[in-house]
């Protein structure tokens, strides 16, 4: 694919959005489904490891595999007459069109996504890409070769990216008021704590201001960040410190997701293992029980993949001390 014809896809694509978007709102409804996780190593497949569940929701699967569609043809009627688009070609053209109308990326890097494999030795395969801005998504069929769900992977990355592009995607002082609001309702907070910045809503709406004129994927990154922080305590032992909420925020607010910090919260599950024995295991079944349902719904998973990582991190640290 040239980057002239990539560039006529991506403009043709603001016409197609709103076909797009319909499909899409069909397949918002959450799944309150309980899964029984007991295969460890059916990792972000099938938790009772039957190869047939790829239909088990075919309403929300088909109404998922509809949406992708829509941007698929897309690409297909404006590259000069190809047979067939490639999803991964086509993702990462759409993001380097982005890097070159002056889209920054977090810490310096680059307008390639990066692509990460599940270790199985059978289907169904399951594949991960993290777009350059710092969200994930990961394979939502069911793929027989890894072939098929890196494509898998980099068709719902990019419906999900040029849906981003959707002007009320767009943080602004009007979405702020709203998000700030609706944090309000869901938590039963009072009025003056989006006015306190040492409260959890008012960290939010500083976090939300910070990233004013972005997108909602682009703060996904800062948002996982903080996301980590609590479920590996690491908050509730910076306010064992008396560091106050504005404080972390301004401490984390450059941080990025590295090895490092990966390593670093490893360190911390493997602390509690000598506490709780078995309780990586267990949190990183969890993981994967989480893991299969959101990617099958095309769902963000940065969160997820992020817990995923460290969890198999201290695994490996863990087996390698009982080695």
């Avoid at 709102?25 to 490891?49: A, E, L």
């Avoid at 998000?179 to 709406?205: M, T, Y």
Wanted: hydrophobic fraction near 35%; include cysteine.
């Amino acid at each position: 694919m040239s980057h002239t014809s990539s560039r006529s896809s991506a403009s043709s694509l603001e016409n197609d959005r709103q076909e797009m978007m319909t499909s899409a709102q069909k397949n918002r409804r959450s799944n309150n489904g309980n899964i029984n996780f007991n295969n460890r190593n059916s990792r972000g497949r099938d938790p009772n490891g039957s190869a047939s569940s790829a239909s088990s929701t075919p309403t929300r699967a088909g109404n998922l595999q509809q949406a992708v569609e829509v941007v698929m043809n897309s690409f297909y009627k404006h590259t000069g007459g190809l047979n067939s688009v490639d999803a991964v070609e086509a993702l990462q053209e759409f993001w380097q069109m982005k890097e070159t109308k002056g889209q920054l990326f977090p810490a310096g890097g680059s307008s390639c996504p990066h692509y990460t494999d599940e270790d199985s030795d059978s289907p169904p395969f399951v594949t991960y890409v993290v777009l350059p801005g710092g969200a994930c998504f990961a394979s939502f069929e069911h793929s027989v070769t890894l072939a098929d769900a890196k494509r898998s992977a980099a068709k719902i990355a990019l419906m999900n990216s040029v849906f981003n592009e959707h002007p009320y995607r767009k943080i602004t002082d009007t979405f702020i008021q709203s998000a700030v609001q609706d944090a309000l309702k869901v938590h039963n907070g009072p009025r003056f704590d989006a006015h306190n910045p040492n409260s959890s809503i008012g960290v939010f709406e500083s976090m939300l201001k910070s990233h004013a004129g972005k997108t909602m994927l682009e703060f996904q990154e800062t948002m996982t960040i903080f996301q980590l922080l609590h479920w590996n305590d690491s908050l509730k032992a910076m306010r064992a410190r008396q560091c106050s909420r504005q404080e972390v925020l301004s401490h984390f607010s450059n941080t990025i997701i590295d090895d490092k910090m990966r390593r670093h919260m490893a360190l911390d599950w493997l602390s509690r293992e000598q506490d709780s024995p078995g309780v990586i295991k267990r949190e990183l079944r969890s993981c994967y029980n989480e893991i299969y349902r959101e990617r099958r719904e095309g769902k963000e998973l940065r969160f997820l993949f992020e817990k995923r990582n460290i969890l198999l991190i201290a695994q490996e640290q863990l087996e390698g001390k009982q080695n």
